[in-house]
């Protein structure tokens, strides 16, 4: 019932937002429809990850209830965001963009790449896409990790690997971290051309050039971009492995400092996270936040983007 009164809610927006004239669009016209758009797009985006989230968090052997949930709201939520009537407005409105404010124009474009990823003109291949991700889901966050016969959750092999300086230890703990990847495998060889295949529906090459082209790249410039800095960072990152290697082999008492860092001697289950192999002491950052309130906060924190030259925050 619900997903039949946001698709009639998303007729009715397009239906109401046609522009006055067929050659020309307005801003008021545009701002109309996006008023209309975002409304409801808030509306179905709530629903379905609020599922998302009860089916991540909440996963009980057997019962599949979550799981149904969470494919039927993002069968709903695709249902509106893909929705091809919705997006030749879209495309409608933005063969106009001169007519219409940079801001609008960002925000058609924004409702389109998202409009890519859920179209109605691979609604199959986005049905299936919705389920196997839903299954991943369950098969990451259902599975029993192990140590010596035992039970234990991944907090528990993150303390490992953060505090304990027994190297076997810590080698089985980062070995049955593993684990999972051969259960996830068969299936994210699936969901990849699942993805590929529904965005392709609309131009793309696959999945991957349509997620750069977010940031308004090409895959061989996102590529190109990320190995100039790779090379531009190598020299820091060169050091810093030195200085790991060296220190860890100290703390975990070897003998030998191997030429490459191994991935169970760093304090994380990626090696993404380096951070506590550096003890400062006497800092507590809670004393210090503690007589701040919540726009202090995010003053700073906007203040610490700004000095790396993005813009400030539109005002509320």
């Given at each position: 019932?619900?997903?039949i009164?946001?698709?009639?809610?998303?007729?009715?927006?397009?239906?109401?937002?046609?522009?006055s004239s067929?050659?020309?669009?307005?801003?008021?016209?545009?701002?109309?429809?996006?008023?209309?758009?975002?409304?409801?797009y808030?509306?179905?985006?709530?629903?379905?990850?609020?599922?998302?989230?009860?089916?991540?968090?909440?996963?009980?052997?057997?019962?599949?209830?979550?799981?149904?949930?969470?494919?039927?709201?993002?069968?709903?939520?695709?249902?509106?965001?893909?929705?091809?009537?919705?997006?030749?407005?879209?495309?409608?409105?933005?063969?106009?963009?001169?007519?219409?404010?940079?801001?609008?124009?960002?925000?058609?474009?924004?409702?389109?790449?998202?409009?890519?990823?859920?179209?109605?003109?691979?609604?199959?291949?986005?049905?299936?896409r919705?389920?196997?991700?839903?299954?991943?889901?369950?098969?990451?966050?259902?599975?029993?990790?192990?140590?010596?016969?035992?039970?234990?959750?991944?907090?528990?092999i993150?303390?490992i690997?953060r505090?304990?300086n027994?190297?076997?230890?810590?080698?089985?703990?980062?070995?049955?971290?593993?684990?999972?990847?051969k259960?996830?495998?068969?299936?994210?060889?699936?969901?990849?051309?699942?993805r590929?295949?529904?965005?392709?529906?609309?131009?793309?090459?696959?999945?991957?050039?349509?997620?750069?082209?977010?940031?308004?790249?090409?895959?061989?410039?996102?590529l190109?971009?990320?190995?100039?800095?790779?090379?531009?960072?190598?020299?820091?990152?060169?050091?810093?492995?030195?200085?790991?290697?060296y220190?860890?082999?100290?703390?975990?008492?070897?003998?030998?400092?191997?030429?490459?860092?191994p991935?169970?001697?760093?304090p994380n289950?990626?090696?993404?996270?380096?951070?506590s192999?550096?003890?400062?002491?006497?800092?507590?950052?809670?004393?210090?936040?503690?007589?701040?309130?919540?726009?202090?906060?995010?003053?700073?924190?906007?203040?610490?983007?700004?000095?790396?030259?993005?813009?400030?925050?539109?005002?509320?």
């Amino acid at each position: 019932m619900r997903s039949i009164t946001i698709v009639s809610g998303l007729l009715l927006l397009i239906a109401a937002c046609k522009p006055s004239s067929n050659n020309e669009v307005s801003q008021k016209e545009a701002q109309a429809f996006l008023d209309s758009f975002n409304t409801e797009y808030v509306k179905v985006y709530t629903v379905y990850t609020e599922a998302q989230w009860t089916s991540n968090t909440h996963i009980v052997t057997g019962d599949s209830t979550n799981a149904v949930a969470e494919k039927a709201t993002g069968k709903m939520f695709s249902d509106f965001a893909g929705n091809k009537l919705m997006v030749d407005r879209i495309q409608f409105f933005l063969k106009q963009k001169d007519n219409l404010t940079a801001l609008q124009v960002r925000e058609l474009n924004a409702a389109l790449y998202q409009a890519a990823n859920y179209t109605q003109t691979a609604s199959q291949a986005v049905a299936d896409r919705i389920a196997a991700e839903t299954r991943q889901t369950e098969t990451l966050y259902g599975y029993t990790y192990k140590l010596n016969g035992k039970t234990v959750t991944t907090n528990d092999i993150d303390k490992i690997l953060r505090d304990d300086n027994d190297v076997n230890k810590r080698l089985a703990a980062w070995t049955e971290s593993k684990e999972i990847g051969k259960q996830l495998k068969g299936g994210l060889t699936n969901l990849r051309n699942l993805r590929n295949k529904v965005v392709q529906s609309l131009g793309y090459n696959d999945y991957f050039t349509y997620q750069v082209s977010d940031y308004g790249l090409t895959s061989t410039e996102m590529l190109d971009l990320c190995k100039k800095i790779n090379r531009e960072l190598y020299p820091l990152y060169r050091e810093l492995h030195t200085y790991a290697r060296y220190e860890l082999a100290k703390k975990y008492r070897q003998n030998e400092v191997p030429e490459y860092l191994p991935a169970h001697w760093t304090p994380n289950r990626w090696s993404q996270d380096w951070s506590s192999l550096v003890e400062v002491k006497g800092i507590n950052l809670d004393s210090i936040l503690k007589p701040k309130n919540a726009e202090w906060i995010v003053k700073e924190g906007q203040a610490f983007y700004e000095s790396l030259g993005y813009p400030a925050l539109p005002p509320v």
